[in-house]
């Protein structure tokens, strides 16, 4: 299994794991391309499929006294394609957005996670935190 940053090139593939429609695909690229700066696309491929895929938004936080330079991430879309569950690719791509964080220096990394997924990120390192607080709209 290869683990690598992902791409425009690799729009197609990244927008079917989501379940995009084939019509979005010019848009998903478009999109894609937009936010290359701050949404890193990881994939897994084995015997040359992208098996797997996950992304790191990275982003600033305002200034402090302390540092003028504050980043942070946040895991979002982590997907393994069914079969290929349970043989190591979901922690693949955690190992490879965590090393991205570290080189990047960033702050924290955070992930919103269903709750089928709370045992598969505490073993990759995250644990839940206690200031961390959500606030949602009500529905309309």
Do not use: C
């Amino acid at each position: 299994m290869i683990v690598r940053k992902g791409g425009v090139a690799d729009a197609a593939a990244l927008a079917e794991l989501r379940g995009i429609d084939g019509h979005k695909l010019g848009a998903y690229a478009d999109w894609m391309a937009a936010h290359a700066a701050t949404h890193l696309p990881f994939v897994a491929e084995l015997d040359g499929r992208v098996v797997g895929a996950a992304w790191l938004l990275v982003a600033q936080r305002v200034p402090s006294n302390e540092s003028l330079d504050r980043w942070y991430g946040d895991v979002q879309s982590v997907q393994v394609r069914e079969e290929y569950r349970s043989r190591g690719v979901g922690g693949a791509l955690m190992a490879a957005i965590l090393a991205e964080a570290r080189t990047r220096g960033l702050l924290h990394v955070t992930v919103h996670s269903s709750r089928r997924a709370v045992d598969f990120y505490r073993r990759n390192g995250f644990t839940h935190h206690r200031q961390l607080l959500l606030w949602e709209p009500d529905a309309p």
